[in-house]
């Protein structure tokens, strides 16, 4: 019998879905330990500074199952560095669980599921991270949305005019609202929703602006929401 890896884990919780398509949704969340990146404006800098849990996937999924039917996502950190991830991925499908993966968009979703609904990001400028972009994922996004339509969501955390130009102008170039559904998600303190908002309409960017749910809920909470 072929041992499954162990996955490195930060937290596991039951929270709302706070920024996605899924916006509102019951969801249980795998967050799993590090991150191959830095952004300036991290706001789960624990996932990899802090000491993992190593637990077997049978022991996630234990948890899992407590929740019987709704949304589980995988996020980090980054968790397609984890070479349990994928088969975690492939237990929870054979489950018949509705999968939500949260990827910075430096590794490669070829090789993911087109049944996952993958949430890649594009990093702008304001990250610090914008080198960090994997250019093959602009074809992975459109194979898979051959395969299964809306299978991928691509997200921008803007933080400033620079960052929504640079975002305005990756989704012209690469006909991305064709593909995905586009998420813009301001960075909280930095951009205010409204100036945003009064940018996208200006543009008639096919594009939808979300507020991190979660944060509006439990403005005082930092993590496990
Ligand atoms: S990719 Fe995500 S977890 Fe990693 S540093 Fe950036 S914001 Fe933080």
């Known amino acids: 019998m072929v041992r499954e890896p162990r996955l490195q ?19 249980v969340f795998i967050r ?5 990146l830095r952004c300036s404006y991290c706001d789960a800098a ?10 077997t996937i049978d022991s996630v999924l234990q948890f899992v199952d407590r929740h019987p039917g709704t949304l589980v996502e995988l996020t ?18 054979a489950a018949k669980r509705t999968v939500l993966l949260e990827t910075n968009g430096s590794q ?4 993911v599921p087109a049944a996952v609904r993958v949430i890649i990001d594009v990093k702008c400028p304001g990250s610090g991270m914008v080198q960090s972009w994997l250019q093959d994922n602009l074809e992975a996004i459109r194979l ?31 006909d991305l609202a064709s593909h995905a559904p586009v998420l813009f998600s301001p960075v909280r303190g930095r951009i205010s929703p409204g100036d ?30």
Request: with cysteine; proline share 7%; charged share 20%.
């Open 76 to 93: 980090g950190g980054e968790p397609l560095l984890q070479p349990g991830c994928r088969r975690l991925i492939d237990r929870l499908l």
């Open 46 to 55: 624990y996932s990899y500074l802090e000491p993992a849990t190593g637990m």
């Open 9 to 27: 884990v930060c937290e596991l919780f039951y929270s709302i879905q706070g920024e996605s398509t899924f916006a509102g949704l019951p969801c």
């Open 196 to 225: 945003l908002a009064g940018a996208i309409l200006e543009d008639h960017l096919p594009v939808r602006l979300q507020l991190q749910m979660h944060t509006v809920i439990w403005p005082d909470k930092t993590r496990g929401v």
């Open 144 to 174: 898979r949305a051959a395969a299964v339509p809306a299978s991928t969501e691509v997200k921008f955390v803007i933080s400033d005019e620079e960052d929504y130009l640079y975002a305005r102008d990756f989704i012209r170039k690469h």
């Open 32 to 36: 799993l330990a590090g991150c191959n």
């Open 108 to 111: 490669p979703i070829a090789s």
